[in-house]
């Protein structure tokens, strides 16, 4: 079955960087466009970026743009978020997401099960 | 980028009732909208796509309808596993966004 597993969260000062990776298993992952989305503390969800099947192709929320990059390495089946110049606002669980298209930014199905980042002093 | 309403915030209802919960698109959407069923501590799971297409494995007492900018998920019989909180999703333009939530509490 398909399974993403998010890892690299941790706590950060603002100003930091921090690199997020989702491993990806149970189906083709070159096949498909991928996400991240983000949850602050006792809040709504936030889409955060997408990339295509290719890696040609990414979008991002315009509350991180210039800020975050998605990547992809589709040999190790894994997604990246680097994140750079955190923000107190940047605190949430990150989870990573398949979309169903390979090309544009759908829905999600299915989630990891996310990572927190805490940007704080 | 295209602003995505939930009402209500919060719903108290009893097991066996009928719910709707209503979306709306500050713009047309066409068909292009998604639910999803958040329990605590637990990503989101995908209920419902393209407005109204029931995900597979996703009962059936779960309904999507709506086209433009006003959407409804419905359960048709509330059953205890589906106290959680809703979020409808919009997937029209490449900036994605959801609704502010609406959290099914037990009356």
């Known amino acids: 079955q398909v399974q993403l597993v998010e890892s690299g969260g941790g706590v950060v000062q603002p100003g930091g960087s921090l690199r997020l990776s989702c491993a990806a298993s149970g189906f083709t992952f070159s096949s498909y466009g991928m996400h991240w989305v983000r949850q602050a503390p006792g809040k709504g969800l936030e889409w955060v970026a997408f990339i295509r099947y290719d890696g040609s192709n990414k979008y991002y929320a315009d509350s991180v743009k210039g800020r975050f990059t998605i990547s992809r390495d589709n040999s190790k089946n894994t997604l990246y978020l680097q994140m750079n110049s955190l923000r107190a606002e940047d605190t949430a669980v990150y989870y990573c997401a398949k979309g169903h298209s390979s090309w544009y930014p759908d829905w999600f199905d299915p989630w990891g099960q996310g990572t927190l980042v805490t940007v704080s002093s | 980028d295209i602003q995505m309403t939930q009402s209500p915030s919060t719903l108290s209802a009893s097991v066996g009732d009928r719910v709707t919960i209503t979306c709306r698109a500050s713009?047309?959407?066409?068909?292009?909208l998604a639910w999803y069923q958040q329990k605590p501590g637990k990503a989101p799971k995908l209920l419902i796509y393209?407005?109204?297409s029931l995900e597979s494995g996703v009962p059936s007492r779960f309904s999507g309808s709506g086209s433009g900018t006003e959407f409804t998920l419905t359960i048709s019989s509330l059953q205890p596993d589906d106290f959680a909180t809703y979020y409808c999703?919009?997937?029209?333009?490449?900036?994605?966004?959801f609704g502010g939530g609406t959290k099914v509490e037990i009356k």
């Open positions: 393209k407005a109204s």
């Open positions: 999703q919009q997937y029209n333009s490449y900036s994605l966004t």
């Open positions: 713009q047309s959407i066409s068909s292009w």
